[in-house]
């Protein structure tokens, strides 16, 4: 599998986000793949992950950063940062929480501090397929959603990424490992269907799409 070789996730952060020589709250860094994009030279990230595995990843994809098992609810921490990113992990904070989470973290914001929020859009391929296979993914997101029509969002941006398999199998094998349970046969039917998948030989493209939200003080 090839995630984005064109980079315009790290391009897109950098547009965004001056990411030189700061102090960065990652909150839910999953396998370390934004981590990666984050650690940028005389940063400090602090990555927290609920999840022992992803965080196992992680470590071995990244070594210069401090990893630690948590979330935003149970962070414990004197320290505020330039940046806190929510990678990917803000639709999965429990409905009743995710005010309370965003005000925590604006409050752990050094002055002129910021929080991004990195979040999946519902109308990407990738997330298509990630609703059919766990379909309360979708409820999360749209919670999410209404979280951010409450705040006061002072830049959105969207991206448009591609992902490579290099075959059935391997597209196969990657949802699988982000499902982490097994998957149906009726379930895999409807994603061949929807993805017009034919030939389980050849190559499968997807394009997802990202949303980028900052907030502020």
Request: net charge positive; with cysteine; charged share 35%.
């Amino acid at each position: 599998m090839k995630l984005d070789p064109e980079k315009k996730e790290i391009a897109i952060l950098k547009s965004l986000i001056d990411l030189k020589n700061k102090d960065i709250l990652e909150v839910g860094c999953g396998d370390g793949r934004i981590t990666e994009m984050l650690n940028q030279k005389d940063n400090n990230i602090l990555a927290i992950e609920p999840d022992k595995d992803q965080l196992r990843l992680a470590r071995k994809k990244v070594s210069d950063v401090k990893f630690e098992v948590g979330t935003m609810s149970n962070l414990k921490t004197k320290k505020t940062f330039d940046l806190i990113i929510f990678s990917m992990s803000f639709h999965h904070v429990p409905a009743r929480s995710k005010k309370i989470v965003i005000q925590k973290a604006l409050s752990l914001l050094n002055k002129n501090g910021e929080v991004w929020l990195i979040e999946p859009a519902l109308e990407g391929q990738v997330c298509e397929v990630i609703i059919i296979l766990m379909p309360a993914e979708r409820k999360r997101i749209e919670d999410a959603n209404k979280v951010f029509k409450e705040l006061r969002i002072l830049k959105k941006k969207s991206v448009e990424l591609k992902w490579y398999y290099e075959n059935y199998s391997d597209f196969l094998a990657f949802f699988k490992e982000v499902v982490n349970t097994r998957i149906c046969s009726k379930r895999l039917d409807k994603i061949k269907k929807i993805m017009q998948i034919k030939d389980e030989k050849v190559k499968i493209l997807l394009k997802d799409k990202i949303n980028y939200f900052l907030i502020k003080n």
